[in-house]
T-cell receptor, first 116, second 112 residues
Framework: DSGVTQTPKHLITATGQRVTLRCSPR?????VYWYQQSLDQGLQFLIQ???????AKGNILERFSAQQFPDLHSELNLSSLELGDSALYFC???????????????FGPGTRLTVL | GQQVMQIPQYQHVQEGEDFTTYCNSS?????IQWYKQRPGGHPVFLIQ?????EVKKQKRLTFQFGEAKKNSSLHITATQTTDVGTYFC????????????FGQGTELSVKP
């Protein structure tokens, strides 16, 4: 158990819909990262928040957005869903914010999203 | 942009054989991390390498960071069925914003 929690574990929805994935980082960790893992794309970095502020952006689509709340939990919002958005979405947390830090990332169990 | 390439994509070995996965970056890395993801699980941190030419060992696992800090390898001696999973390298280049960029992973299967 990494200490990172993600809900829900599974999500099945239809194209065009909007969903919200939730992540609670390990106690004391200020950074939250979101990744998308699909069979043919490996682990794709989407976005990072550090202490409530966006810190880095990866290949995140405009239909996707995220935020980190004052209690440090984070939500990833996926809208206008397409079949290709079906994937495993991981949240990870680390103590620092990456800049001049060498922190390992602790991954949550993931949310498996299926878009039908 | 920064890219981290990992080979091979798949490796099937007989239990007891050795295994190596290689990681190459398009830019000089500040550090590199290795993660293992068991089937149906999530990535779990294994180790971090920071210094040029660094070598670290964890029991049967040997991790190396190249002298130029652009490549790395993970070698497993005498594989066991518990080694099954996907091994990812992840490189960080502070000149490219410091994001951790993951390789595509090497999926290891071990035949008993």
């Amino acid at each position: 158990d990494s200490g990172v929690t993600q809900t829900p574990k599974h999500l099945i929805t239809a194209t065009g819909q909007r969903v919200t994935l939730r992540c609670s980082p390990r106690s004391g960790d200020l950074s939250v990262y979101w990744y998308q893992q699909s069979l043919d794309q490996g682990l794709q970095f989407l976005i990072q928040y550090y202490n409530g502020e966006e810190r880095a952006k990866g290949n995140i689509l405009e239909r996707f957005s995220a935020q980190q709340f004052p209690d440090l939990h984070s939500e990833l919002n996926l809208s206008s869903l397409e079949l290709g958005d079906s994937a495993l979405y991981f949240c990870a947390s680390s103590v620092g914010g990456d800049r001049n830090s060498y922190n390992e990332q602790f991954f949550g169990p993931g949310t498996r999203l299926t878009v039908l | 942009g920064q890219q981290v390439m990992q080979i091979p994509q798949y490796q099937h070995v007989q239990e007891g054989e050795d295994f190596t996965t290689y990681c190459n970056s398009s830019t000089t890395l500040s550090n590199i991390q290795w993660y293992k993801q068991r089937p149906g699980g999530h990535p779990v941190f294994l180790i971090q390498l920071v210094k040029s030419g660094e070598v670290k060992k964890q029991k049967r696992l040997t991790f190396q960071f190249g002298e130029a800090k652009k490549n790395s390898s993970l070698h497993i001696t005498a594989t066991q069925t518990t080694d099954v999973g996907t091994y990812f390298c992840a490189g960080r280049d502070y000149n490219q914003g410091g994001k951790l960029i993951f390789g595509q992973g090497t999926e290891l299967s071990v035949k008993p």
